[in-house]
């Protein structure tokens, strides 16, 4: 079946930049998604890229797709403290109307 | 603002005891969703409703039930809680354009924890 694959942890210092990768399986993606979590809430859309799109960018934000090697990743520039939370990585099929797949998400940690 | 709103944003039951958790929102969108995310985990789908047409997952225990009684509100019932049953419920909706949903917008989660 389908799947999305995501590191779990990535550790970054305050300042830098952090890059979140994400794999899928599935070919037909049309909308592929980042959401944020910070802990005990509920999930923020951040932004999403579709299928035909290489690149989308969003002030501190900057989603680059490779459809190619099914490979998406979410960049966040000058790093805060307040970007600490997990970041789930969710893809939607051609002939999906209304199921995300979901990576399970990698926890941001930021070091000062 | 356009939201979508969840209560209680805790709920402590005991084992057995029914519980409802409701849903509301103020986006106007036609999908609304409901998902079972537990600790360190992805969210998991339960069911979804495309206005007032139910969506059951296949893996979504009978122990879990919806009602939309209109556009707005959406709640889950949990009709006989069992310790497994304890996470994080997360509403969410989207439109939805030729039978299709869009971006979906999550509430703030009700914590659920069974004693």
């Known amino acids: 079946g389908e799947d999305v694959e995501q590191s779990l942890f990535l550790s970054v210092r305050e300042g830098d930049s952090s890059v979140i990768n994400c794999t899928y399986t599935d070919s037909s993606s049309t909308y592929l998604y980042w959401y944020k979590q910070e802990p005990g809430a509920g999930l923020q859309l951040l932004t999403y890229?579709?299928?035909n799109m290489d690149m989308k960018q969003d002030q501190r934000l900057t989603v680059l797709l490779n459809k190619k090697d099914k490979h998406l990743s979410l960049r966040i520039a000058d790093t805060q403290t307040g970007d600490s939370a997990i970041y789930f990585c969710?893809?939607?099929?051609?002939?999906?109307?209304?199921?995300?797949?979901w990576g399970a998400g990698t926890k941001l940690i930021i070091k000062p | 603002d356009a939201m979508v709103i969840q209560n209680p944003r805790y709920q402590v039951t005991q084992f057995g005891k029914p519980v409802t958790l409701s849903c509301s929102q103020t986006?106007?969108?036609?999908?609304m969703y409901w998902y079972q995310q537990k600790s360190s985990q992805a969210p998991k789908l339960l069911f979804h409703y495309y206005d007032k047409d139910f969506n059951n997952e296949a893996d979504t225990p009978d122990n879990f039930q919806s009602r939309r009684p209109n556009t707005s509100f959406c709640f889950l019932d949990i009709r006989s809680p069992g310790l497994g049953d304890a996470a994080m419920y997360l509403c969410?909706?989207?439109?939805?354009?030729?039978?299709?949903?869009?971006?979906?917008?999550f509430g703030p989660g009700t914590r659920l924890t069974v004693l």
């Open positions: 890229i579709f299928s």
């Open positions: 969410a909706t989207s439109r939805a354009r030729d039978g299709r949903g869009y971006e979906q917008f």
């Open positions: 969710a893809e939607r099929g051609v002939d999906s109307n209304y199921q995300l797949i």
């Open positions: 986006l106007n969108h036609n999908v």
